[in-house]
């Protein structure tokens, strides 16, 4: 198993060695459209920290409803989805509401693996309903569904692509107030309750787009362990997977002070910013929680320490990706999703085919670490050695492939498909799925080490088959 892949990714990394260096340091090109900040620097100088208050315990949902009495709410919308609203994450909010005596609305119509469809739908709910607060309990896409209903429930006159960050959509600032928005997760994974960022398919182009603003990051997280006993053998490693790529892609991504243009004002900043020294610290502590805690997790649903755990891990990535920002895994993954064929992951309850978001982001890592190591080869190194590799007599040149052994040694102990042909894909689809990556530039531009339309089809290529 790991003799033939290795062969496989050296041959990628062969190939992708004898293009020319296109690193930030000798290419010209890499960044594009230079700003000047009021020192006449083309690349940033300075990053920003924004984090959503958190709280953290067990049974802490029950304070829910007084913590909306404090905020003076009247009329608020509590956003879930079908599954969920008959389960008891729900039912203890709705019951901290009552009791607290909040008037509410619920919607519970949130797509797992939201669409713009499923956006408007939950946009013209919040329209509607003119609420002055929000509750959303449930994984990422209830998140980052409320997300999107707040916001243009707060500036009524703005199209769905205003604020979707650029090519696709215009990226405009958010400058319009929003409503408080509390967020109750219930999944160990997106670490939606901690970011200004907001994802869905957009079904016109098949690909994922995503709305990033500080703006509309959740008032408060309320992050209660208990929830995570709710959640099926697949759903804790695909959610785990996720926070893996998060820290894994945060902690590589290219450094702040590389990053162009320099913005002309600080509203103008991106919340994804590269890498930072403060986004570093989170990144690598909860990178050290996955590689203990999270098999664990998996395996036996009743290991509340191990559950625990990873719902924090969840949140720790969230602050360091929120501002530091993802890469490659990231952008490829959105089309390995938006593309998705006949693949129904198991212990998900939908109607439609689903590759869940964390697997579509993991499939690819080896491939992409291989590649993205020439860069910064010690980070990968220690991020290598935090999953159980023995880097003692490893080479720096060598980096990328002792990260990607570790990754598939982990992948196949957590028993994760064998690549993107497992899942339906083959060579015959990698023109698509390049296509569909090449707007991600909001994440892919991030990346340590550029990477051309040719980069991107070995990666795909590499990524068929795992093991």
Same mark, same amino acid.
């Given at each position: 198993?790991?003799?033939?892949?290795?062969?496989?990714?050296?041959?990628?990394?062969?190939?992708?060695?004898?293009?020319?260096?296109?690193?930030?340091?000798?290419?010209?090109?890499?960044?594009?459209? @230079?700003?000047?900040?009021?020192?006449?620097?083309?690349?940033?100088?300075?990053?920003?920290?924004?984090?959503?208050?958190?709280?953290?315990?067990?049974?802490?949902?029950?304070?829910?409803g007084?913590?909306?009495?404090?905020?003076?709410?009247?009329?608020?919308?509590?956003?879930?989805?079908?599954?969920?609203?008959?389960?008891? @994450?729900?039912?203890?909010?709705m019951?901290?509401?009552?009791?607290?005596?909040?008037?509410?609305?619920?919607? *519970?119509?949130?797509?797992?693996?939201?669409?713009?469809?499923?956006?408007m739908?939950?946009?013209?709910?919040?329209?509607?309903?003119?609420?002055?607060?929000?509750?959303?309990?449930?994984?990422?896409?209830?998140?980052?569904?409320?997300?999107?209903?707040?916001?243009?429930?707060?500036?009524?006159?703005?199209?769905?692509?205003?604020?979707v960050?650029?090519?696709?959509?215009?990226?405009? @600032?958010?400058?319009v107030?929003?409503?408080?928005?509390?967020?109750?997760?219930t999944?160990?994974?997106?670490?939606?309750?901690?970011?200004?960022?907001?994802?869905?398919?957009?079904?016109?182009?098949?690909?994922?787009?995503?709305?990033?603003?500080?703006?509309?990051?959740?008032?408060?997280?309320?992050?209660?362990?208990?929830?995570?006993?709710?959640?099926?053998?697949?759903?804790?490693?695909?959610?785990?997977?996720?926070?893996?790529?998060?820290?894994?892609?945060?902690?590589?991504?290219?450094?702040?002070?590389?990053?162009?243009?320099? @913005?002309?004002?600080?509203?103008?900043?991106?919340?994804?910013?590269?890498?930072?020294?403060?986004?570093?610290?989170?990144?690598?502590?909860?990178?050290?929680?996955?590689?203990?805690y999270?098999?664990?997790?998996?395996?036996?649903?009743?290991?509340?320490?191990?559950?625990?755990?990873?719902?924090?891990?969840?949140?720790?990535?969230?602050?360091?990706?929120?501002?530091?920002?993802?890469?490659?895994?990231?952008?490829?993954?959105?089309?390995?999703?938006?593309?998705?064929?006949?693949?129904?992951?198991?212990?998900?309850?939908?109607?439609?085919?689903?590759?869940?978001?964390?697997?579509?982001?993991?499939?690819?890592s080896?491939?992409?670490?291989?590649?993205?190591?020439?860069?910064?080869?010690?980070?990968?190194?220690?991020?290598?050695?935090?999953?159980?590799? *023995?880097t003692?007599?490893?080479?720096?040149?060598?980096?990328?492939?002792?990260?990607?052994?570790?990754?598939?040694?982990?992948?196949?102990?957590?028993?994760?498909?064998?690549?993107?042909?497992?899942?339906?894909?083959?060579?015959?689809?990698?023109?698509?799925?390049?296509?569909g990556?090449?707007?991600?530039?909001?994440?892919?531009k991030?990346?340590?080490?550029?990477?051309?339309?040719? *980069?991107?089809?070995?990666?795909f290529?590499?990524?068929?088959?795992?093991?």
């Open positions: 198993m790991a003799a033939a892949a290795r062969s496989r990714v050296a041959h990628l990394l062969s190939q992708l060695q004898r293009a020319t260096c296109q690193c930030p340091t000798h290419s010209h090109t890499y960044s594009q459209a @230079p700003g000047f900040s009021p020192y006449g620097k083309t690349t940033d100088y300075a990053f920003e920290m924004a984090v959503s208050n958190i709280r953290y315990g067990a049974g802490v949902t029950k304070e829910v007084m913590d909306l009495q404090n905020m003076g709410a009247k009329n608020v919308c509590l956003m879930t989805d079908k599954n969920l609203s008959q389960l008891p @994450p729900v039912q203890i909010v019951d901290s509401l009552m009791k607290n005596g909040i008037n509410f609305k619920v919607y *519970d119509n949130v797509r797992v693996e939201p669409t713009d469809k499923s956006f739908e939950a946009i013209e709910f919040a329209r509607k309903g003119a609420f002055d607060a929000y509750v959303a309990v449930g994984g990422g896409s209830t998140m980052d569904t409320c997300k999107a209903a707040n916001l243009f429930a707060s500036s009524p006159h703005s199209d769905i692509l205003d604020y960050s650029a090519p696709i959509g215009k990226g405009q @600032p958010v400058s107030p929003l409503k408080p928005l509390i967020a109750v997760p999944t160990s994974g997106t670490g939606s309750e901690t970011t200004g960022v907001a994802i869905f398919d957009y079904e016109h182009l098949k690909v994922k787009i995503g709305i990033a603003s500080r703006a509309i990051k959740p008032t408060l997280g309320l992050i209660d362990p208990l929830h995570t006993l709710h959640m099926p053998e697949r759903v804790v490693a695909n959610s785990g997977f996720d926070v893996l790529c998060h820290a894994l892609e945060s902690y590589t991504a290219l450094p702040y002070h590389m990053r162009s243009p320099c @913005p002309s004002n600080p509203i103008s900043r991106p919340a994804y910013q590269g890498s930072n020294p403060i986004s570093d610290i989170w990144a690598v502590h909860a990178l050290r929680i996955v590689a203990k999270l098999k664990r997790a998996v395996r036996n649903p009743d290991d509340i320490e191990a559950r625990s755990y990873m719902h924090l891990a969840s949140a720790f990535a969230g602050i360091g990706f929120g501002n530091a920002g993802v890469h490659l895994c990231h952008g490829m993954s959105y089309p390995i999703s938006g593309l998705v064929k006949t693949y129904k992951a198991k212990d998900y309850n939908v109607d439609h085919p689903l590759v869940p978001h964390g697997l579509s982001v993991v499939l690819t080896p491939a992409v670490f291989t590649f993205t190591a020439q860069m910064f080869p010690e980070r990968h190194l220690e991020t290598a050695e935090i999953l159980g590799a *023995d003692r007599t490893a080479r720096t040149a060598d980096a990328g492939l002792v990260l990607a052994d570790a990754l598939r040694k982990f992948l196949f102990n957590l028993d994760v498909d064998d690549g993107l042909a497992a899942i339906g894909y083959s060579k015959a689809d990698i023109p698509a799925l390049v296509k990556t090449l707007p991600q530039e909001r994440v892919t991030l990346a340590p080490r550029p990477q051309s339309e040719e *980069d991107l089809s070995a990666l290529e590499a990524s068929m088959k795992l093991y």
